[in-house]
């Protein structure tokens, strides 16, 4: 890197060869020159050994590239300079001493005594420096450098960086300038610009642009992306940074930087954002950046250079101070383009915000740049996150967006999870049926939160899946994947579709957007739709796509609140979606390692529950009947399952004992029978059938016939209730017959009775056979087996039989039967459990049985503490009362069963020695009947253990186990009482369901006369091959039609329940306080607002008073005139006026080329730009109060400039002589030029005319005709513009004109078909170009019928001191679309030019024109009360 960061050059060349650095990915900025190792691929430099390509040959390739199409700038011829180097060498002029020249600099005698002159002497060659550069202070970052010529094409530097070096092509260039010498910064706002500007370019794809110097702000810039490197930070997203040096600059080069880049930037219309408080220009420019132009004067803006400059403020010149007040005032005039950070002032906080807010500033004002690029604006507010700038500036009405517009950034506010962007794209009209699609969907999936757990998930399904995955593989893994959260009870969500429609299916719209660390790419053809891209597509193949609810699972597997709330209130199938979510959140929960994720998704379960609770509420207040509907009807959306049936599987107990949902299962629960049936009744009517014909009993269907006695029958023995209390009769006859076998008729033989017992039990086992294989949603035999044994009582039951059947063949065994009877006793109790299932129904009984369940498990974890005091207590005794008892039962009596007994009270006897009794206890243990005798003292005949330890620990173990342990024991039943009671009613209604439901599919005949309903159902199933049906009662398959209006009426009433909720949200003390605060920030704003428009109205004021007074002047002075002309009054009498401004005919707006901005600034602006177009002159800065001629300017020595034109014979001699000169005549017709002016005579001075509107900076003829006045002529040709059906288009009630304008190729303005006129001729020549000859004749009569709308003086680039444009604007207006000399002239346009464009434009503010060409047809606008 010697040559690189150690080289100087002067300041005469500085600007001659470039050295551009560029770091392509996460590395450190170029400006970090002081530890750089560097490796070169040129000729005469070795090449690394470790490159960024993938072979050598690749390499090769790009070093050939650049080699021919890069080149760099050598000095050619060595002359000695006067001044030396800093190290005290002699140096050339270039600024390079002779060992760095090439040998024929060095010794040719080509050039031998000659000037040196940078434009014979410098020549290009191709470069040989470039390569890889390593910044050892940023972890060995690798970036790319080249060294390269000023004159390089920007297009090829562009392909090198993207398609050589392989850098992402940028959304937004942000190039930082500033003070590169004595630059300070305010640390906070060090901070704040540091990490602002990484936000912008993380975030937005951004390339940052700085000198390359290790000085300055650029320093800054390149110790910010620095430390993001070495944070590792760049995970998240890349910072590309590029650094464009002068080649060999040294430290601290002043020279380098250029102290007014941000006036360049502004005229070529770049928005720039200046930082107050960074000191120097930056603090002028702000400081000054709100006052009106006239007030922007030399001596204000010396005074702040003397407090900016402090230091160097003495060094500056007069001419200096001058051209910097000219460059501020450009700069501040273009307000549209100027945006001032404040740091905590004006309520800007982050400085990405402020580069955000100039972008879209410059975007409403520049035309060409506003229409083209609102995606692009739109797209950094996205990334940025600023809904509130996007929806205060880019939603606007002068912007209408198509929905398929809004697609890409949808995606991107989806995928980075921007839920306000979300709802403000729907508000804006994307629909998201037309907006998701499968491939939409895929590329979602495939952009999952990598951190979510169902990423996890679907990555252990794919990782058996090759590399390139087809979409439907991916949505079918989705499915399977959601099938599991969802539970068995739903079909899968995303079917695979037929392999001919694959191709057809998954196209995705052309998309490149940079939101953080995501960049969206995708492909579609060019100029195609993208709107039809996301379409459904038909045919045949059809598809199960339903966007809200893709969208909601898609954000709720990766527990984003906020966007899956939006989506949610967007669902059609709300209850169910509500329902869904809560399911998935819980089954995530399950597996989530995170507590606080856990937390977060138990908690929006939680909050989804309520949505459903919610809108069921609004629903079942509405219509009690469709509300029900609504619980069993089959939702196709979401897997064929219904609204109950996902409440159940969420165990969400909230909705399931809402009040609706307990009433209709209440209502399935009695069948037809009325609920208000005393169960005395139904028992008296199951035992005695006849008294059904009574009307003891009441039916719910009041019509039904009461002499139809099979159909009250039915009714009656069909309705689960009665069913439950026959198989209650039953069961219990079952266990009585059961118990009176085995104490009473337990005989050696089976006796009738215990072959009955044989007989119920087996249709008991049928039973349960039946429930086992019953498949009504035909889902298999796996999950049917699965289904029947999650439930506990189905285990009982399977437990409970196969020990019958046990306990059964060991009875009929003879030598077995006792062991047999004691296998059936067991096996008794078992059913007798059964019980506690049964009476979970009983409203009193079943929240009991709930809580005595959760207490069990309470005991199990009191056994596990109490038995290791029960086993450390009873070893401990046992080892110090005993000594070697080898008989196993008594080892565990006595340190088992004789310690647990103790804590009933029953002590040992012999534990203290006291009540010790010899004949109680064997002393060899040899008795089985007694336990062996402790350790005795043969010569007391006394135990001779120590009593005092036995006692001790008896005493620790009961007040441990006594008292501790039974307490504990106490206290955990009584929280457990305390934590179930509150939910205990909520269980209960929830495992009523189960039960309900057991028993209205169970056959109606009790055991053992169900056998005749299971050969029922055999003949039905086996033989005639009819399918198993749910009932109707718990899943209902509505017609599309009944379906439709339930939906529709489902989502009216929950927009009823999200306006509820909204008010109650604002009725919160906190959102009350929230409103209070912003209500009061909005009262500071309106105030402050209107200070300022109360002094600007102030201001407009005083400059409409001064322009009265100036044409009460020239009224005046008008009158005075004709007065004296007519000869009344005299000489001596007449009153001294004012001088004007400019003459009658002259407009101020039409001068600046656009409305005057501030009061004062009438002068003309673009006749006063530094740099001349179509040349490299540079004019002499003036600033405005420097304009007129009458001012005095002193140091006022402007260029002199004539263009060379090929026409020589059509324009005035070059200038440089007063000779040729002299034979013009001024103000008068010269020959066939016209040089008089609008505005009155005009001075000549030194033979030359002086400007009528002042100081331009330039003298001579510049690229104009003639000196003095250039007249042109601009017709402005309109007509209404229409719809279709012929009807006049209006916009505010006004009609909307087109104009028809022109445009040269490279150009991107429009323009007015005008301009200057051959001599002689009648027509402009851009008019001829674009009219048929044969039409020149009929459109000279429109001009002389036209009416003239403006006539002046024009405010051009390309005015000077000598020469000026003044034209005269035409309007010719065609109000009838059938106008013939209309149809003439669209039959006749043509262009002669092919780089020539035509077309009629529609008229408005925002029509890309050049500005004079804007003011004149804005007033013509005016004239025919037009919309503009």
């Known amino acids: 890197m010697e040559l690189l960061a150690k080289r100087r050059r002067d300041q005469a060349s500085s600007g001659e060869e470039d050295s551009f650095g560029v770091q392509p990915r996460r590395v450190a900025d170029l400006a970090m020159v002081p530890n750089l190792r560097w490796s070169s691929t040129g000729l005469c430099r070795r090449r690394r050994s470790q490159c960024l390509f993938s072979s050598c040959e690749k390499q090769g390739d790009l070093s050939s590239w650049i080699s021919d199409n890069i080149k760099k700038k050598e000095c050619i011829y060595f002359v000695e300079s006067s001044k030396l180097s800093d190290a005290g060498k002699v140096v050339c002029e270039c600024g390079y001493p002779r060992e760095k020249h090439l040998e024929e600099a060095t010794g040719s005698h080509t050039f031998q005594d000659q000037e040196w002159d940078p434009k014979k002497h410098v020549t290009e060659m191709p470069t040989d420096a470039f390569g890889d550069i390593v910044f050892t202070d940023s972890g060995q970052k690798v970036g790319k450098y080249v060294r390269l010529s000023q004159d390089t094409p920007s297009s090829l530097i562009y392909q090198l960086m993207t398609q050589k070096w392989g850098l992402d092509a940028p959304n937004l260039l942000i190039s930082v300038t500033g003070g590169a010498k004595d630059f300070k910064m305010k640390p906070r706002l060090k901070s704040v610009f540091r990490r602002g500007l990484l936000k912008v370019a993380q975030t937005s794809g951004a390339w940052i642009i700085t000198g390359g110097s290790h000085t300055g702000v650029m320093k800054q810039v390149g110790e910010a992306v620095r430390d993001f490197s070495l944070s590792g930070s760049f995970c998240e997203g890349e910072v590309v940074t590029i650094g464009i040096a002068t080649w060999g600059a040294l430290h601290n080069r002043e020279s380098l930087i250029h102290p007014m880049t941000i006036y360049n930037a502004i005229t070529n219309g770049t928005p720039c954002v200046v930082v107050e408080g960074s000191g120097r220009v930056a603090d002028v420019i702000a400081q000054v950046a709100g006052l009106p132009i006239s007030e922007i004067t030399i001596s204000l803006i010396q005074q702040k250079l003397s407090m900016f400059f402090q230091g160097m403020f003495e060094t500056f010149t007069e001419s200096k101070i001058v051209e910097w007040t000219k460059k501020i005032q450009d700069i501040v005039r273009r307000r549209q383009l100027l945006t001032v950070f404040r740091e905590g002032k004006d309520g800007q906080q982050d400085m990405d915000v402020a580069i955000l807010q100039a972008l879209l500033k410059a975007s409403r004002s520049l035309d060409h740049f506003g229409h083209e690029n609102w995606d692009h604006q739109l797209n950094l507010a996205v990334a940025w996150n600023r809904v509130d700038i996007a929806r205060s500036e880019i939603f606007t009405d002068e912007r209408q967006w198509k929905p398929s ?142 966007p809200v609810r893709d969208l909601l699972i898609w954000a709720i597997v990766q527990n984003r609140r906020e966007l899956a709330e939006i989506i949610w209130a967007q669902s059609q199938d709300c209850i169910a979606a509500a329902l869904a979510c809560s399911k998935i959140l ?170 009955l017992i044989y007989v119920w039990l087996f249709s008991l086992a049928c039973e349960e056979l039946r429930q086992l294989f019953y498949d009504p949603d035909g889902s298999g035999l796996r999950k049917a087996v699965l289904v029947y044994f999650n439930d506990y009582w189905n285990k009982l039951d399977v437990c409970a039989i196969l020990l019958f059947i046990v306990g059964l063949t060991c009875r009929l065994m003879p030598s077995l039967l006792y062991t047999g009877r004691i296998i059936l006793s067991l096996d008794f109790t078992m059913f007798c459990l059964r019980l506690m299932h049964i009476f979970t129904i009983s409203k009193t009984l079943g929240p009991k049985i709930i809580i005595v369940k959760r207490m069990m498990k309470d005991v199990f974890f009191f056994l596990f503490l109490l038995a290791v005091w029960v086993v450390s207590f009873g070893v401990a005794k046992q080892a110090i009362l005993i000594h070697n008892e080898r008989r196993v039962e008594w080892i565990f009596r006595g340190a088992i069963y004789h310690s647990y007994l103790t804590i009933f009270g029953q002590l040992p006897t012999y534990i203290d020695g006291v009540n010790f009794k010899p004949d109680q206890c064997s002393p060899d243990g040899t008795d089985p009947y007694k336990p062996k005798c402790p350790e005795i003292d043969q010569a007391r005949q006394e135990p001779m253990f120590p009593e005092w330890l036995t006692v001790l620990l008896l005493c620790l173990y009961l007040l441990f186990a006594n008292i501790l342990l039974l307490n504990l024991l106490i206290a955990m039943f009584n929280y457990t009482f305390q934590q179930v009671q509150e939910h205990t009613d909520q269980i209960w209604k929830f495992q009523r369901h189960d039960l309900i439901e057991e028993y209205q599919g169970r056959p109606p005949a009790p055991p053992p006369f169900i056998l005749l309903s299971h050969l029922h159902l055999i003949i039905k199933r086996v033989m005639l091959k009819i399918p198993a049906e749910r009932h109707k009662q718990f899943k209902n398959k509505l017609e599309k039609t009944e379906e439709a209006a339930l939906l529709s009426w489902e989502i009216y009433l929950k927009e009823n329940y999200l306006q509820e909720q909204q008010f109650q949200q604002k009725q919160r003390p906190e959102q009350k306080i929230q409103d209070v605060s912003d209500k009061v920030d909005s009262m500071v704003r309106l105030l402050e607002m209107a200070h300022l428009k109360q002094s600007g109205a102030v201001e407009q004021r005083l400059a409409s008073l001064e322009e009265q007074v100036a044409q009460t002047a020239t009224a005046l002075h008008w009158i005075v005139k004709a007065l004296r002309d007519s000869g009344f009054g005299s000489e001596e009498g007449v009153p001294t006026l004012a001088p004007q401004k400019a003459s009658v005919g002259w407009d101020p707006e039409l001068d600046s080329g656009s409305k005057a901005e501030d009061p004062g600034d009438t002068y003309h602006v673009n006749a006063r730009h530094l740099l001349y177009p179509s040349c490299s002159v540079l004019r002499f800065p003036v600033p405005n109060e420097k304009v007129p001629w009458k001012t005095e300017f002193l140091m006022y020595n402007p260029p002199f400039y004539t263009a060379d034109r090929k026409d020589k014979d059509l324009v005035d001699p070059v200038g440089d002589a007063l000779e040729p000169l002299s034979r013009i005549s001024y103000n008068a017709v010269d020959g066939p030029v016209d040089r008089r002016s609008f505005h009155g005579v005009y001075t000549v001075r030194d033979g030359l005319p002086l400007n009528p509107m002042g100081r331009t900076g330039l003298r001579g003829r510049g690229d104009l005709s003639c000196f003095g006045p250039n007249h042109t002529l601009q017709p402005v040709i309109t007509c209404w513009r229409r719809n279709l059906d012929g009807a006049i288009c209006r916009k505010n009630v006004k009609k909307m004109l087109e104009v028809l304008v022109v445009k040269h190729g490279p150009s991107e303005h429009w323009m007015l078909p005008g301009g200057s006129r051959e001599p002689g001729e009648m027509l402009p020549r851009k008019l001829k170009q674009v009219l048929r000859r044969e039409l020149w004749s009929s459109f000279e009569r429109l001009l002389t019928q036209g009416m003239k709308v403006y006539k002046g003086y024009v405010d051009d680039p390309r005015n000077t001191d000598n020469a000026w444009i003044e034209t005269v604007a035409v309007s010719i207006h065609f109000p009838d679309q059938n106008d013939v000399e209309l149809k003439r002239l669209n039959s006749h346009l043509h262009s002669c030019d092919e780089g020539m464009a035509i077309r009629w434009q529609v008229v408005d503010e925002r029509i890309p024109l050049y500005d004079n060409h804007k003011v004149i047809l804005q007033k013509v606008a005016s004239l025919f009360m037009a919309y503009y």
């Open 405 to 546: 517009e809004l697609y890409p950034m949808m995606v991107a506010a989806l995928i980075t999870n921007k839920p306000e962007f979300v709802k403000l794209f729907l508000e804006n009209g994307v629909q998201l049926k037309e907006f998701v699609s499968r491939a939409t969907l895929f590329y979602l999936y495939q952009n999952l939160e990598p951190t979510c757990l169902f990423h996890c998930k679907l990555d252990k399904m794919l990782a058996r899946e090759p590399e390139c995955l087809d979409p439907s593989v991916l949505l079918q893994h989705v499915a399977q994947v959601l099938r599991e959260l969802l539970g068995d009870s739903t079909q899968l969500l995303y079917s695979r579709p037929h392999s001919s429609d694959q191709q057809r299916l998954f196209t995705v719209p052309s998309v490149k957007i940079s939101v953080g660390a995501l960049t969206v790419h995708c492909s579609q053809v060019q100029g195609e739709n993208p709107q039809s891209s996301y379409k459904h597509s038909s045919g045949q193949a059809t598809f199960n796509i339903d």
């Open 586 to 755: 819980k089954e995530l929960s399950k597996e989530e390692e995170d507590t606080d994720s856990l937390e977060e998704m138990l908690v929006l379960a939680d909050e989804y529950e309520q949505r459903a609770i919610g809108v069921f509420t609004e629903c079942y207040r509405q219509n009690e009947e469709r509300a029900q509907k609504l619980l069993v009807r089959v939702s196709e959306t979401w897997g064929r399952t219904t609204c109950l049936q996902l409440a159940l599987e969420a165990k969400d107990m909230k909705f399931v004992s809402h009040g609706g949902i307990q009433a209709y299962l209440t209502k399935v629960w009695w069948g037809q029978l009325s609920v208000d049936n005393g169960l005395w009744r139904l028992v008296l009517c199951m035992l005695v059938f006849p008294l059904l014909y009574t009307g003891l009993v009441s039916f719910r269907n009041r019509e039904l016939p009461a002499d139809r006695c099979l159909a009250r029958v039915r009714a009656f023995f069909s309705a689960p209730v009665v069913v439950f209390h026959m198989n209650i009769l039953s069961y219990f006859a079952f266990l009585c017959l059961f118990a009176y076998v085995l104490m009473v008729d337990f005989q050696p033989q089976p006796s009738s009775c215990e072959c």
